[in-house]
């Protein structure tokens, strides 16, 4: 969009003269530098090149006005934001460093107006990034699928070159969460990709509901019907409920573990994170495809729960669910050991010689 487009190059001008800025400084700071000299070098050098782009930072300016003279749309949302910011960059020339001739320079007042120009050059800055940037991550966002995060501080660390300037607009877009399609996470610098469908949001607990409960009834018709998956399987009811409860109690240890943690995260969240508790349906819904992980890692501590001759016992199951990393990790060992234990044997049977 060209109205946005014009609004970076300006960002990116002032950015440029933060620069120039910020080498001036180091010159006067410098001990082996003249101030005569460095004065010299910057009205030779850097203020042609200072007013040459000062004239076309105002001519983008006038290009933003008829834009939005020509597009109502704009100028109603975008008008008041676009006067502020052409009125903080006026600012900028008056208290600009210019070294004038047959006048001495006092170097502490140089550098107080550098200061003086960085801070206005930042407001224009932030200016810019809050009509711009929603824009820009809304493009890569949509490049990712739900859940899928962007990287603030390494995705736009051209535009915003300061760690503590990041940091604002990150917050501003904590504080504005309907301008982007997704979820800031402040405090690790984290947008999560969203759905900007509502329903697909709300629907996000019935769709990591249905695993678990289609896991429940796959094991009562399994125990029920199949008795020959299992060899010593009981054959009605009363005795297949044992197995299912074994189950629901190892989904609900899961989720006891999940829940232990979401309030561990909560307490010692020092800022604006994106927590559980925080946001519950939508971390849900921005955590589907690690929740469905975790359900089919449930499923496996189930079968390995069974498979180990622990039997329906509930409190087992629930720790089982609850340190199911923990568990996996021990029942896989197991598994490779025997597995490698019976290929050893059989191995060592092929190769015998025949008698």
Request: include cysteine; charge should be negative; aromatic fraction near 10%.
């Amino acid at each position: 969009m060209l109205f946005l487009g014009h609004i970076r190059e300006i960002r990116a001008e002032a950015q440029n003269f933060q620069r120039y800025a910020l080498e001036l400084k180091s010159k006067l700071t410098d001990p082996h530098l003249q101030i005569a000299e460095v004065a010299h070098t910057w009205q030779t050098v850097q203020m042609p090149v200072y007013q040459q782009h000062n004239v076309r930072i105002k001519e983008l300016f006038s290009v933003i006005r008829k834009l939005m003279e020509d597009n109502p749309v704009l100028l109603d949302n975008d008008g008041d934001a676009i006067t502020t910011m052409e009125n903080v960059w006026e600012r900028v020339d008056p208290r600009w460093p210019k070294f004038p001739e047959n006048v001495d320079s006092d170097e502490n007042a140089i550098l107080a107006q550098i200061a003086e120009v960085d801070a206005i050059l930042c407001e224009v800055i932030r200016a810019a990034e809050i009509l711009t940037l929603p824009d820009r991550i809304n493009e890569r966002l949509r490049e990712l699928r739900v859940g899928q995060t962007i990287n603030f501080h390494v995705e736009f660390s051209d535009e915003l070159q300061e760690p503590a300037a990041r940091v604002i607009a990150l917050n501003y877009l904590h504080d504005h969460p309907l301008i982007v399609l997704g979820v800031v996470d402040v405090e690790n610098g984290l947008i999560y990709r969203a759905s900007s469908n509502i329903w697909q949001r709300r629907l996000s607990p019935l769709y990591i509901a249905l695993p678990a409960i289609v896991g429940g009834w796959l094991i009562y018709l399994s125990y029920t019907f199949l008795p020959l998956l299992k060899g010593n399987v009981p054959h009605n009811s009363n005795d297949v409920l044992p197995y299912v409860m074994a189950y629901i109690a190892v989904i609900a240890g899961g989720f006891a573990h999940t829940a232990v943690d979401a309030v561990k995260q909560y307490r010692s969240n020092k800022g604006q994170t994106f927590t559980a508790l925080g946001d519950l349906l939508m971390w849900i819904h921005v955590k589907q495809a690690p929740i469905f992980a975790g359900i089919l890692l449930l499923w496996m501590g189930f079968v390995g729960l069974i498979v180990s001759q622990q039997g329906p016992d509930w409190g087992a199951a629930f720790f089982v669910g609850y340190s199911i990393d923990s568990f996996v990790d021990l029942f896989l060992q197991r598994f490779t050991s025997v597995a490698s234990t019976r290929t050893d044997a059989l191995r060592t049977q092929l190769t015998q010689p025949s008698k």
